[in-house]
């Protein structure tokens, strides 16, 4: 099983993003994207998540590219975003139990999810009384809740507490110890991962280029 | 199959919570009715004439209310990047929205009309093809704008581009749901007019999902 990508490059309103970006993800690997602001992390992450269109190069998978079945590819990844997709009208349960179904998952897989990231006590309260970070915890746990190979990860420990960090980190290692890949796009130091790094600033336009609409 | 009934599931419960919503475009509906007769005096006849025109349009104006949530809410908070991702292709998504918004704002006016026919003195003949009428019209109206609502996602005052954009693709729901009505008054067959509306509403159901998919996945990207 192997997810790659070749010579990829995306233009955004006329900017050019990056070119020439290659990445490959065996099973058990992570990768992390660095780089600053609005180099393109997000945008290669929805890349990666099909939600975003590349102009150039190939993203696949073993059994071929990506683009020829988007559908299969959004079912063997989960994409945890800025936006948490907390609907703050339900409870804490019923906004996880949602997304668990959705995707395959059961009562059981949400609970051990919820009970994983410290939510458990809160399951009944409804979603706009959560801080932040506790709306975020929510987020995370969608990874935990139904099962996929792919987590595309964008910048998880944002307003996290210590303890919420520890946890997302023991979860990741578990993942990836169990055959899963994870790309995480993030700022901060998350200590020795055994992750690769894709350092953004290699694939940016030259600095000849840069500011030249294309 | 079973990813279209957790999302209605879903849109009902949000409905339900916000169940606000749904009994504020009924109020509209009625007071918009209730209107008409402060303008135009409250002689019976000249009422009953008008009433299954006045049903339909302020059907039609307390429904464009309703749009602009549809898929806004979900667009802000990264719930339709999610739907986008999920195991239902994005047309089923529309549909189950749709289906959703018909139960939680098409029923409630149709259970609503025939107050304001009762209001403008309908005649008898009248109630039975305004019900068959609403039911066959109603979701159209909910598919259509549907796709409204798709379309205008990310657009600065969206709610207004969005009845620009409905309001002329469901006259033709409204020149046959009244005419309906107006047939049965006047003791012509009512027939022709409700297999028209059904018409229009199999090619919405055929038709609509698929636009609102491809504004959906335009408006992601």
Redesign the interface.
Known sequence: MRFFGQDLACVRGERLVFSGLDFALTPGEALILAGRNGSGKTTLLRLMAGLAPYQAGGLGWDDGPVRDDPERHAARLHYVAHLDAVKPALTVWENLEFWARLRGGDSDGARAALARLGLDGLSGVPARYLSAGQRHRLSLARLLAAPAVLWLLDEPTVALDGESVTALMAALAEHRAGGGMAVIATNVDLGDLGASTLDMRRFAPDPGQAGVSV | MN?FT??VG?EL??AL??SGDSAIIVMFFVLAAVLFPFGLGPEPNLLARMAPGVVWVTALLAAMLSFERLFLADY????L??L??????LALVALAKALAHWLTTGVPLMLAAPLIGVLYHLPEDGYAPLIVSMILGTPTISLIGTVGAALTLGARRGGVLLSLLVLPLVVPVLIFGAGAIDAAINGFPVRPQLMVLGGILLAALALCPWASAASVRQA??
């Open positions: 990813a957790i999302i879903r419960r949000l919570r916000q802000e908070d990264g719930s990047e999610q986008a991702l999920g195991p239902a292709p992601l990207e």
